[in-house]
Nanobody, 123 residues
Framework: QVQLVESGGGLVQAGGSLRLSCAAS????????MGWFRQAPGKEREFVAA????????YYADSVKGRFTIARDNAKNTVYLQMNNLKPEDTAVYYC????????????????WGQGTQVTVSS
């Protein structure tokens, strides 16, 4: 069983930055591909970014490419999402997810989910 706890969300003005963290309680964190997803009110959950088990592969949604950076520290069992130049349309609940295996970009293939952290970007 993997438990994921996100932190770092909050309220920020457009153009600002936030860094989300996701701490995983698991003995073999490096065995898990990690992803970030988000869900805005009334919308489907959507892919934001994913990172391979080693950290060598990083993938982004077109809407965040060039503004967001995903990273992981396997020694700390933590994955990060650095969000720069935030826009009001980035407002959503952000979820961290883990998958035992190779990295994928679809929510349905992730096995474990955090409780989410709210990000609100004001215009």
């Amino acid at each position: 069983q993997v438990q994921l706890v996100e932190s770092g969300g909050g309220l920020v003005q457009a153009g600002g930055s936030l860094r989300l963290s996701c701490a995983a309680s698991v003995r073999t964190f490096s065995s898990y591909a990690m992803g970030w997803f988000r869900q805005a009110p009334g919308k489907e959950r959507e892919f934001v970014a994913a990172i391979s088990r080693s950290g060598g592969g990083r993938y982004y949604a077109d809407s965040v490419k060039g503004r967001f950076t995903i990273a992981r520290d396997n020694a700390k069992n933590t994955v990060y999402l650095q969000m720069n130049n935030l826009k009001p349309e980035d407002t959503a609940v952000y979820y961290c997810a883990a998958r035992d295996g190779v990295v994928v970009l679809t929510a349905t293939h992730f096995d474990y989910w955090g409780q989410g952290t709210q990000v609100t970007v004001s215009s």
